[in-house]
């Protein structure tokens, strides 16, 4: 199956600073990535969806001063998280599509946690 | 607006034996459904995906069903073994005017524990 690839797999910052989260699509193209956040024995919230050349769509209720979201090339997504609090620590995971190979199936990275001090 | 509900919320059994997990949503129009696999501290391991005309779907030793009229999906999971031990999840896509909205709406999970 396709690969996604995050990096960094975890970080830890002060509050107050940014940090910033890739996402890659190792062996194919994608258009449109997702971003999810995942807070500890809960489910996955979808938070935005990443569109390659154009300006990223916001789930309700996420701030999109807070999540900076880039799509600038095929294969490469960041997710920055700016002035970080300690409620913005989670773990954050992004997926991704591969409309060329066709099916439906949605292809996860393995995951950013970070943690706000 | 779609919910998607995993029960149980954590499961222990022993090896070999055969096992169910459920899931519900509370909107059938949805344009297919997924079941997703995550060990601990990891990303999401695709399983099964059932689009929204499908019945069942199978790998393996696994089989999911879905019956979209009573908002249902069955995993079910032959023979476990202790490497199956971890998350499982589900998660509903919405339809948009009968197409995709790739958007995917989790289930809570259910962990599994296969004692050996």
């Known amino acids: 199956g396709a690969v996604v690839s995050q990096h960094p797999s975890r970080v830890i910052c002060k509050s107050g600073t940014s940090v910033k989260i890739e996402c890659r699509s190792l062996d194919f193209q994608a258009t449109t990535m997702f971003w999810y956040r995942q807070f500890p024995k809960k489910s996955l919230m979808l938070m935005a969806t990443s569109n390659e050349g154009s300006k990223a769509t916001y789930e309700q209720g996420v701030e999109k001063d807070k999540f900076l979201i880039n799509h600038a090339s095929l294969t490469l997504s960041t997710l920055t998280v700016t002035s970080a609090h300690p409620e913005d620590s989670s773990f954050y995971i992004c997926s991704a599509r591969d409309y060329l190979r066709g099916g439906e199936t949605q292809y996860f990275g393995p995951g950013t946690r970070l943690l706000v001090l | 607006k779609q919910e998607v509900t995993q029960i149980p919320a954590a499961l222990s059994v022993p090896e070999g034996e055969n096992l169910v997990l459920n899931c519900s949503f509370t909107d059938s129009a949805i344009y297919n459904l997924q079941w997703f696999r995550q060990d601990p501290g990891k990303g999401l391991t695709s399983l099964l995906l059932?689009?929204?005309?499908?019945r069942e779907q199978t790998s393996g030793r696994l089989n999911a069903s879905l019956d979209k009229s009573s908002g249902r999906s069955t995993l079910y999971i032959a023979a476990s073994q202790p490497g199956d031990s971890a998350t499982y999840l589900c998660a509903a896509e919405p339809m948009n005017y009968g197409g995709a909205t790739n958007k995917l709406i989790f289930g809570t999970g259910t962990l599994l524990a296969v004692q050996p």
């Open positions: 059932i689009q929204s005309s499908q």
